[in-house]
C-alpha cells in the first residue's frame, strides 16, 4: 500500500501523484463513503427505534402531556453523554468543520467518528425539533480526516477528506449524492483539485447507494401526487420563492434571537431545562414539530392535511380551509425556536431538516392562502415541495445545493425547473436583505 508523507499546506502534494495512487486515494474514499452511508442509515434507525419506543403509548386524539417532557429528558441525556462520557461538546459540527477548513487545521478527535450518532439519536428521538444531518456530517468529516492521516496522506489530502467524509454524511442522510457534493463545496466552501473533486463524487455516490439499499430502497420523504410542470406556475414560483426568502430572514433571526437568549442564561443546567422546555410546550401545541418530521412532510406532499391536528389540542376539532391555514402559520411562527432550542440548548442536531420542514409549511401555507384568498387554484402539494428547497436555500445560503438536495430526497426532477426558480429567489432575497441591514439602510434613505 502506497504511504504519504505528511508535508506543508503550501506544498505541492500532486506534482508526483501517479495513476496508482490516484486509484488509491478513490478507493479510501469509497470505503468512507460506504462507511458513512451505513452510520447514516443506523442514526436513522437509532432514532427511529426510540422515538417509537417513548411515544408508543401516545394518543392520536387528545393532548400528550408527554410531549412537555420528552425534549427535556432528551437534552438532558445529550448533555451528560457530553460532559460525563465523551468530555467533549459536539454541537454545531458543521460551523466547526467549516472554521477548522477556514484556518487550515484538519484535525478532528477520532471520538467524534461515532459520538454524534449516539447523542443526536438521544437528542431527536426524545423529540429534539431538527436535523439528524449535521451530526452525521460531522462523524463523516471526523472520519476522513482521521483515515486520511492513518493512510499518510498529505496534508491537502487530509483537508480535502474531511470535507469528503462531511459531504458524504449529507449524501447518506438524504441519500443524495450531487447534494452531498455541492454542500462540501458551497456550504464548506472548499476549493478542489480534479482528484478531489473525483475522491469527493465517489465517496457521495458510495454513501447515497448504500444508505439506499440499507433502507429498503425507501426515501424519507415520498411524493406520490405531483402535478406535472406547467410553465404557467414558473412566476407563481418566482412570487413563492420571494415570500420563502423573506420568511427565511424571519426564521433565521429568530433562532439568533433564540441562542441569544439561551446564551444569557448563566447556569447551564438552568439554559437545559429551559430549552427542553421551551420545546416539549412547543410541541405539546404543535405536535408536529417533533423530530425531524419527514413523515409528516409526505403528509403534507400527499394531500392528508387533515392530520395538522392530530396528538394535539386541536385533534377533536374539524379543521376547515381557515383552521389549516392557522395552524400552518403558528408552526412557521415558532420553528425557528424549536430548532434553537434543540440545536444551543444542549442538544445535538443539525439545521437542514428543520429547514425543509420549515419550507414546506411555508409553501402549504402561501398556496393554501393564494388559494382562499383569490379563488385560484395552485397546486398547494407542489408549492409546498418548492418552499422545502426555497427555505433550505435561504437559511443555509447555498441555492445549488438546495435545489439539487430536495429533489434528490424524493427521486423527483420533473420539477426541478420551478424548484431552481423558488430556490434561486429565496437565496437574493435573504441576500438583499442582509445587504440593507449591513449598510443601514432603510425606507428614508438614510
Known amino acids: 500500500m502506497p504511504r504519504y508523507e505528511y508535508m506543508d499546506p503550501r506544498g505541492d502534494a500532486y506534482a508526483s501523484l501517479s495513476l496508482p495512487r490516484n486509484v488509491y486515494v478513490l478507493g479510501v474514499a469509497l470505503v468512507i463513503g460506504l462507511m458513512v452511508g451505513t452510520g447514516a442509515q443506523a442514526l436513522k434507525d437509532l432514532v427511529g427505534i426510540i422515538s417509537r419506543i417513548v411515544t ?10 408527554i410531549f412537555l417532557l420528552l425534549p427535556v429528558v432528551g437534552i438532558v441525556l445529550a448533555v451528560l453523554y457530553q460532559r460525563y462520557v465523551i468530555r467533549q461538546k459536539i454541537a454545531h459540527g458543521v460551523e466547526r468543520m467549516k472554521a477548522l477548513l477556514d484556518n487550515n487545521r484538519p484535525d478532528m478527535p477520532v471520538t467524534e467518528i461515532w459520538s454524534p450518532v449516539i447523542a443526536s439519536g438521544l437528542t431527536l428521538g426524545f423529540g429534539g425539533s431538527a436535523g439528524t444531518e449535521g451530526p452525521i456530517a460531522t462523524a463523516g468529516g471526523a472520519l476522513g480526516c482521521n483515515m486520511a492521516r492513518w493512510c499518510g496522506m498529505p496534508f491537502p489530502l487530509v483537508r480535502a477528506m474531511l470535507a469528503i467524509g462531511a ?10 449524492p450531487v447534494g452531498g457534493m455541492l454542500f462540501a463545496i458551497e456550504v464548506l466552501g472548499i476549493g478542489m483539485t480534479a482528484l478531489q473533486l473525483m475522491a469527493l463524487a465517489t465517496a457521495c455516490t458510495a454513501a447515497a447507494l448504500s444508505a439506499y439499499v440499507l433502507s429498503g430502497l425507501t426515501t424519507d420523504v415520498v411524493f406520490p401526487d405531483f402535478t406535472p410542470v406547467n410553465l404557467m406556475y414558473v412566476p407563481w414560483a418566482v412570487i413563492v420563492g420571494v415570500f420563502c426568502g423573506a420568511y427565511s430572514a424571519y426564521y433565521s433571526r429568530l433562532a439568533a434571537w433564540t441562542r441569544g437568549r439561551l446564551s444569557s442564561i448563566p447556569n447551564s443546567w438552568f439554559k437545559n431545562l429551559a ?11 404543535f405536535p408536529k414539530l417533533y423530530g425531524e418530521g419527514y413523515s409528516f412532510v409526505t403528509d403534507i406532499l400527499s394531500g392528508r392535511w387533515e392530520v395538522m391536528g392530530s396528538f394535539g389540542p386541536f385533534a377533536k376539532e374539524h379543521l376547515g380551509v381557515a383552521g389549516l391555514i392557522l395552524i400552518s402559520l403558528g408552526m412557521l411562527l415558532v420553528k425557528g425556536i424549536a430548532v434553537a432550542c434543540t440545536t444551543s440548548g444542549g442538544g445535538v442536531a443539525g439545521d437542514f431538516a428543520p429547514a425543509i420542514f420549515a419550507g414546506c409549511m411555508a409553501g402549504y401555507f402561501f398556496a393554501m392562502s393564494v388559494n382562499a384568498i383569490f379563488e385560484t387554484s395552485l397546486p398547494v402539494a407542489d408549492f409546498a415541495f418548492f418552499g422545502m428547497a426555497a427555505v433550505l436555500a435561504g437559511t443555509v445560503k447555498a441555492p445549488l445545493m438546495a435545489m439539487f438536495l430536495v429533489t434528490e430526497m424524493v427521486q423527483l426532477f420533473s420539477l426541478l425547473l420551478p424548484v431552481a426558480v423558488a ?16 449598510n443601514g439602510l432603510h425606507d428614508n434613505g438614510n
Open 275 to 285: 430549552a427542553g422546555l421551551s420545546i416539549g410546550v412547543l410541541i405539546l401545541i
Open 423 to 438: 430556490s434561486g429567489m429565496a437565496y437574493m432575497v435573504v441576500c438583499l436583505i442582509e445587504y440593507r441591514g449591513r
Open 56 to 65: 408508543s403509548h401516545a394518543d392520536t386524539d387528545g393532548i400528550n402531556w
Open 167 to 176: 459531504g458524504a454524511g449529507i449524501a447518506g442522510i438524504f441519500k443524495a
